[in-house]
């Protein structure tokens, strides 16, 4: 390969997002969200809690002696915007916050978890699926007691449940790039609702904003991903933005020359630039959706994500 594409991989590998600073309270709230993962430990067998605990330091990459960080590979805004929400006029009670933070911690633990057990990275002992089974036990009666007998926060629950067992096995509706943004939009429902059951005015407005944080976080480990994804006819972004010639070539690759031609023609064609372009854009709708809905804080913090995104626009 020339310098030029390797220059681009390499970018490709090492693009990243500005990190907003945590503050003292933001702080509390990381080590509240940690602190659910190690109750979910506790309330296993107690011949299981050692070996589970060990199992999340490892799947966290914790080493011993180190801060019991269990979020420590997700980007802050995952879980930033429940403290956003708690702070903002529209929600001056606090009593129900300690159980959306539990149903929160819980939906993005098994995002992850769900996703390594489908593609064998890690096994389907009796470990896992326990932690499986505990952790989609707390996640829904953290639901329903969220919920309670208001029929609207019912059915949005069930709606969203619904749109994350949907697309979680299937691929895009669409096949297109846009298409395949969309559909990460159902994939992370589980993550969705809770904000949306935090905040009852202009959820529309909440929703375009986490979810545009989302889509622009699975762009952009998609290209870090990109070499690995191609060689084993993963079907990411990259894929999807392809024209169809270059898909059956992506799907049917018999010679690593063919690896070589479909990282030229994504260098060649700018869909690799256009992709980094889209990953600001969502960063910068999602900011004004942010503002929208009442939470600049949370607008703020995917402003400063996006920074990086537009230096390297700027350095292509």
């Given at each position: 390969?020339?310098?030029?594409?390797?220059?681009?991989?390499?970018?490709?590998?090492?693009?990243?997002?500005?990190?907003?600073?945590?503050?003292?309270?933001?702080?509390?709230?990381?080590?509240?969200?940690?602190?659910?993962?190690?109750?979910?430990?506790?309330?296993?067998?107690?011949?299981?809690?050692?070996?589970?605990?060990?199992?999340l330091m490892n799947y966290s990459g914790i080493s011993i002696g180190s801060e019991m960080n269990f979020f420590q590979n997700y980007f802050p805004p995952s879980w930033t915007i429940l403290?956003?929400?708690?702070?903002?006029?529209?929600?001056?009670?606090?009593?129900?916050?300690p159980t959306h933070l539990r149903a929160h911690a819980m939906a993005m633990f098994?995002?992850?978890?769900?996703?390594?057990?489908?593609?064998?990275?890690?096994?389907?002992?009796?470990?896992?699926?326990?932690?499986?089974?505990?952790?989609?036990?707390?996640?829904?009666?953290?639901?329903?007691?969220?919920?309670?007998?208001?029929?609207?926060?019912?059915?949005?629950?069930?709606?969203?449940?619904?749109?994350?067992?949907?697309?979680?096995?299937?691929?895009?509706?669409?096949?297109?790039?846009?298409g395949y943004c969309r559909h990460f939009r159902d994939q992370m429902a589980t993550w969705t609702v809770t904000p949306l059951l935090m905040k009852g005015k202009k959820a529309n407005?909440?929703?375009?904003?986490?979810?545009?944080?989302?889509?622009?976080?699975?762009?952009?480990?998609?290209?870090?991903?990109?070499?690995?994804?191609?060689?084993?006819?993963?079907?990411?972004?990259?894929?999807?933005?392809l024209e169809e010639q270059w898909r059956n070539l992506y799907d049917n690759q018999e010679d690593p020359r063919d690896y070589e031609e479909l990282i030229k023609h994504l260098t060649q064609a700018d869909h690799l630039e256009t992709i980094i372009t889209l990953i600001r854009n969502f960063l910068i709708e999602g900011s004004r959706a942010a503002r929208h809905a009442g939470i600049p804080a949370f607008g703020d913090e995917l402003e400063q994500m996006a920074l990086p995104i537009t230096k390297a626009l700027e350095d292509q």
């Open positions: 390969m020339d310098k030029k594409i390797n220059k681009i991989l390499t970018a490709c590998r090492g693009l990243t997002f500005g990190i907003f600073p945590l503050d003292e309270n933001l702080t509390l709230w990381q080590k509240a969200v940690n602190d659910e993962i190690t109750s979910l430990c506790r309330e296993l067998p107690k011949s299981q809690q050692a070996s589970a605990l060990i199992f403290s956003h929400l708690a702070a903002s006029e529209q929600n001056p009670g606090s009593e129900n916050f098994l995002h992850s978890l769900e996703d390594h057990l489908v593609d064998k990275e890690i096994p389907s002992d009796n470990l896992t699926l326990l932690l499986h089974g505990e952790a989609w036990h707390r996640y829904r009666s953290a639901l329903e007691e969220i919920m309670g007998k208001d029929k609207a926060r019912r059915e949005l629950t069930m709606n969203h449940l619904d749109r994350y067992f949907a697309s979680i096995s299937t691929g895009p509706k669409e096949p297109s790039l846009q407005d909440l929703a375009e904003a986490y979810e545009s944080f989302g889509i622009a976080w699975r762009l952009l480990d998609d290209l870090n991903d990109l070499e690995d994804d191609i060689l084993q006819g993963t079907r990411n972004a990259c894929y999807y933005i």
